[in-house]
C-alpha cells in the first residue's frame, strides 16, 4: 500500500474510532456518568460502542506499525497528525453537531499545515 494512502487511512481509522468513543460515552450518560466510576466502569464494559472503538483502533494499531516499518517516526506521526486534526474537527461537527470558533478552525489550520510541511519534507 502506498504510504500516502496507509497515512489517509490511519487518521481515518483514528476518527472513526475517537466517534465511537464519543458515541459510547454519550450513551453511558456523558459527563454525568463519571460521578460514579464503579457504574461507569461496569457499564462501559457492556457497551457495544466501547468495543467497536476499540476494536478499531486496533486495527488503526496494525496500519500503523506497517507506517513505521516503512517510514521515520517523527515524519509519519506529522503526516497522519495534519490529516486527523482537520478530519475529527469536521466529523465532530457533521455527526455530532460540534461547533468550533474561527479562531480554533485557525489553530487546526495552522497545526496541520505546520506537522504537513514536516511530514512532506521528511519522507
Request: contains cysteine.
Amino acid at each position: 500500500m502506498p504510504r500516502y494512502l496507509l497515512v489517509f487511512a490511519i487518521a481515518a481509522n483514528a476518527v472513526l474510532g475517537q466517534l465511537f468513543l464519543k458515541r459510547a460515552l454519550l450513551g453511558l450518560g456523558g459527563a454525568a456518568a463519571f460521578v460514579n466510576w464503579q457504574k461507569f466502569l461496569i457499564d462501559a464494559l457492556k457497551s457495544p460502542w466501547i468495543y467497536c472503538s476499540l476494536a478499531i483502533q486496533a486495527l488503526g494499531y496494525l496500519l500503523w506499525m506497517v507506517l513505521i516499518a516503512k517510514s521515520k517516526l517523527g515524519p509519519a506521526t506529522a503526516s497522519v497528525g495534519g490529516s486527523f486534526y482537520v478530519m475529527l474537527a469536521l466529523c465532530a461537527w457533521l455527526v455530532f453537531g460540534e461547533t468550533m470558533s474561527l479562531l480554533q478552525w485557525l489553530g487546526i489550520v495552522l497545526v496541520s499545515l505546520g506537522v504537513a510541511c514536516i511530514g512532506v519534507s521528511g519522507g
